[in-house]
């Protein structure tokens, strides 16, 4: 069983930023970030595969979110810049052996959610 804890959510007004650090208890292979907003569903965010540092994006993120990795420390990191309102939603981290699996919304690990709220 792995844990996963993030931290690092908040309130920011529009065109802010904030980062995410997601703190895993054991190394897994790819580990992501998910988020929903009330009366959503929880959609994919951005994944990191540790042996090869490739990531992945949801359209809607490319270009003001970047996830990156500490594998010493097993920690995950979403940097979020020009963050718009429809980005308010609760952030959960997410960690699989296989990367595949965990974009389709099917991870093996969940943590708890951390809430990120953006104001206009």
């Known amino acids: 069983q792995v844990q996963l804890v993030e931290s690092g959510g908040g309130s920011v007004q529009n065109g802010g930023s904030l980062s995410l650090s997601c703190a895993a208890s054991?190394?897994?292979?790819?580990m992501g970030w998910f988020r929903q907003a009330p009366g959503k569903e929880r959609e994919p965010v951005a994944r990191?595969?540790?042996?090869?540092?490739?990531?992945g994006y949801a359209n809607s993120v490319k270009g003001r979110f970047t996830i990156s990795r500490d594998k010493a420390k097993n920690t995950v990191y979403l940097q979020m810049n020009n963050l718009e309102p429809e980005d308010t939603a609760m952030y959960f981290c997410?960690?699989?052996?296989?990367?595949?699996?965990?974009?389709?919304?099917?991870?093996?690990?969940w943590g708890q959610g951390t809430q990120v709220t953006v104001s206009s």
């Open positions: 990191i595969y540790y042996e090869s540092d490739t990531t």
């Open positions: 997410a960690a699989d052996l296989a990367c595949a699996r965990l974009w389709r919304g099917s991870p093996l690990y």
């Open positions: 054991a190394s897994t292979p790819c």
